[in-house]
Structure formats: C-alpha cells, structure tokens
C-alpha cells in the first residue's frame, strides 16, 4: 500500500499547479536489512513528508518505520482541515506507538520519526521523535528545526549544571544512544513546532536519516544542496556521494527534499 502511495505522490509532487517540489533517495549502506521507509503526500491542506528510521540495534526496525509512515500518511489524507495542527501530530503519534507495540507483542523493536506538513499558505509545520532530523536549508545555510532524542543532550544539561567536565560528554561511549521514539508502552513526547515557519522561494526542507548526518559533513551537505538541480537530483547525487566513499559501517541512509518554489 504505502509502495502505491509513493508512486501516487511521486506523480502528484509533477503537479503543474504545485507550489512544492519533491525529491528522495534511499540506500540500504552496510546493512542487512532497509530500515528506513519515507512517505510523502499531497491533499487539499497541503504536502505532508514523513520519514522514520527503524532502529536497526532492535528487531523488528522495518515494521516499526513502516507502520509509523503509514499511520502519518492515512491520517493526513483523512485530515478534513489543519485547524489543530498540534493536537494532529500528538495523537498520530500515539497511534502509531500503539500500532507498533501491539506488532510487537512483547518483543523489542522501535522507531525515530519526523514529519512535516507545508500548508497552502506556504507555512511549515513539524514533528519529531528520536534523532533523524528536520532542517531547512536557505540560501546556503541550515536552520535547523528538531532537537535530538539522544543521551548527548542529557549530558548537555549535566554540564550546563557543572556536574560534569565537555570531555566526559565527548567520550561518552552511550551519548548517541536514543532515549526517546516509537515503540514502547511508556512513550509520551512528541516534539511539536508551537509557531508555524514561514517559507520562502527557494527554501528546501530537508529530512535525514542519521545515516546522511553521520556519513556527510555539514559542508558537504552545503555544497551538495547549493547545486542547481531538482530535488530529486540533488537526493540522488547525495546518496551517490555515500555510497562512494565506501564506509564500513554505514547506516541506511535516507533523504527527502522538499522545496518551495
């Protein structure tokens, strides 16, 4: 079904009246298995994208992102206006955890997850859980969205507090570990934007799997997106750049670009 969807959206992004642009590339890197899954979608509130990142450390990681995509997408193809845009991302995303921990059935599995909408009024609205990553790039520069559900900015905190030194946090062997997303009985925050962003030509929203942060540094990623290109070219060549450097233990990697025209 969400197969149908993409290639249903893939067309609606061509839409001649459409003021967003649409381009996502995946790769499977090192792994065994493709845990990520992304979704986009266009109705008559505007374009939602959807990209989650089924943790690989866990079982079940590709029934986890799935069920979560496909819950965000069915629920803004039903959604009949944007008037609580809040309240839509905080119970979507409670369904989808719900959705996965009965898949489970006690077994261990889980998701990150972010999702944006763009209104007809050209404004960006988001949501965000574990560490993939919403940010926008503008004239050359991101402005990032999301914070990171990770053990780091616990660290962060405990620093700020002066109970710990900036090395400890660097060699803190557990600092990427997650510390919130989809999956289990005691979830309950979504980060959710309170203020929609407004968007500009030429704005691209980009969303990342860890696998593209973690592979490209931020001025490679600046150069890649600064090309003149479609989105969809500009995603592929992104994926190009990774799977050319050939590393070791690269993590499926994917991109979804959205932007403004």
Known sequence: MISLLIIRNILLSKKENSQIEIGNAQTI?????QD???????TKNGTMAVLADGISGLANGRMASTVAV???????????????????FKKTAVKSNQQ????LNGSNGGTT?????????????WGAVGDSV???????????INEKHIFENVLKERYIAGEI??????????????????GYEGFKKMDIGTTPIQLFSG????????????????????????????????ANNIIHVIEKKHLKNQDNATIVILEKL
């Open 36 to 42: 990520d899954y992304f979704a986009t979608c266009e």
């Open 113 to 125: 997850l972010v999702a944006v909408i763009i209104d007809e009024k050209g404004y960006l609205h």
């Open 29 to 33: 890197g090192a792994r065994e298995e």
């Open 165 to 182: 030194s900036q090395l400890e946090i660097q060699e803190n062997p557990l600092k990427k570990r997650l510390i919130n997303y989809l």
């Open 70 to 88: 496909t819950t965000f997408i069915e629920a803004f193809s039903a959604l009949e206006n944007l008037a609580n845009i809040q309240a839509f």
């Open 203 to 234: 704005d691209k929203i980009c969303l990342f799997s860890d696998g593209i942060y973690d592979a490209l540094t931020e001025v490679e990623l600046e150069q890649l997106l600064s090309r003149q290109a479609a989105p969809y070219d500009i």
């Open 100 to 103: 996965i921990v009965q898949n």
């Open 134 to 144: 919403i940010t926008i790039f503008r004239k050359g520069e991101f402005l990032p």
